[in-house]
């Protein structure tokens, strides 16, 4: 869906303040137990264009090692966070980006609402009206699809399909689809 995106001659960046601000809000969190290290740790990469997610994170060590890291509460070691280059285009979604991935590296590794929450309390979400590279995305992903329009079987309304996610109820009648 991004393969066309060239990758930039500049290094990425840190979003500025989201370092600072992530921390901030890990205080007290005693699952990132890679916080202490984290900051002189982290180093940013560019996604190859033709990778399908937006940012990872990497750490050097293998998983059995940084399992034992991570329940003596050991420094991480070297940890990469990859951006994709077409982050360049939205710079709130870079931030998010940015920051989900951060709290990875300080220790909370797995996809939690905690992890939601401090994630959108630092960085929030971007809604799709104001990102265009969720618009692209979005527009990509509905490109590709077999259904094109929902029709409501109570009323024959029928509508474009605009959304990734199958509507609860007919925008006409608001009957269950």
Not at 68 to 88: E, Q, W
Not at 115 to 139: F, G, I, W
């Amino acid at each position: 869906m991004l393969s066309d995106t060239p990758i930039p001659e500049d290094e990425p960046y840190f979003p500025e303040g989201a370092i600072v601000d992530s921390l901030a809000v890990l205080s007290g969190v005693t699952d990132a137990v890679f916080m202490p290290w984290i900051e002189d740790r982290i180093s940013l990469i560019w996604l190859e264009p033709n990778d399908d997610r937006l940012g990872i994170t990497r750490f050097e060590e293998g998983s059995t090692e940084l399992n034992r890291r991570r329940r003596l509460r050991l420094d991480p070691g070297k940890v990469t966070i990859g951006l994709h280059p077409a982050l360049l285009e939205d710079e709130q979604l870079y931030r998010h980006t940015f920051v989900h991935e951060f709290l990875h590296a300080a220790g909370l590794t797995l996809h939690t609402p905690l992890h939601d929450e401090l994630t959108n309390k630092v960085a929030p979400t971007p809604k799709m009206s104001e990102s265009p590279l969720l618009q692209r995305l979005r527009d990509s992903v509905l490109g590709d699809l077999k259904v094109k329009t929902w029709s409501c079987e109570h009323c024959g309304y029928t509508w474009d399909r605009t959304t990734v996610r199958k509507p609860t109820r007919c925008h006409k009648c608001a009957r269950p689809l």
